[in-house]
């Protein structure tokens, strides 16, 4: 019975905080500045065990709608049709295909799908006081967001970092 009890637990999946979980990102607006921020209303599938990663899975998805630069304006234009379009794609989404132990914590390989548009990422990540933190870098061309304005004005990478709190 205990050692049902074990097994049990190890497997047992794992919830997302939605409050406290969030995606950060920025991107360079131009020559002088960048431009920060956020996407919230993560929700999905969380299950991973430092013992048994070969049995982790993730399928976490975002809220396209919930972008916030801090800037009204801005974040109207990003939603619209020119941009994420996020009337006609409400979600972006990762599913994961593999986890491995790397030197300095994980590596997840999945499928990263935003506007329509799934391709294969690594992301590298830690998992630390039920805290997932990843990093990687999206090429907005990649995934058909925007056109190319001139990386004068909008840059062709964004700098992402996931932040996952897990009960």
């Known amino acids: 019975m205990l050692l049902l009890t074990n097994i049990t637990s190890a497997y047992a999946q794992q919830t997302i905080n939605q409050q406290k979980s969030i995606v950060n990102f920025h991107i360079s607006g131009g020559v002088f500045f960048k431009v920060k921020g956020t996407f919230t209303g993560m929700q999905g599938d969380f299950n991973f065990d430092s013992k048994a990663i070969e049995n982790a899975n993730f399928q976490i998805c975002i809220d396209a709608e919930t ?29 994961s ?12 390989i999945g499928n990263l799908s935003i506007h329509g548009v799934t391709k294969e990422v690594e992301i590298p990540f830690t998992f ?23 990386t004068f004005r909008v840059g062709r990478e964004a700098s992402v970092t996931i932040t996952c709190v897990i009960e």
């Not at 295909?97 to 997840?108: E, F, L, N």
């Not at 006081?129 to 304005?149: E, K, S």
């Open 67 to 95: 972008i916030n630069t801090s800037n009204n304006k801005r974040d109207n234009h990003l939603r619209s049709p020119d941009f994420f379009e996020t009337e006609t794609y409400p979600k972006i989404c990762f599913q």
């Open 97 to 108: 295909k593999q986890v491995v132990k790397s030197a300095s914590g994980y590596t997840t």
């Open 128 to 150: 630390e006081n039920n805290i997932f933190t990843g990093n990687l870098t999206i090429n907005r061309f990649d995934y058909d967001i925007g056109l190319d304005f001139g």
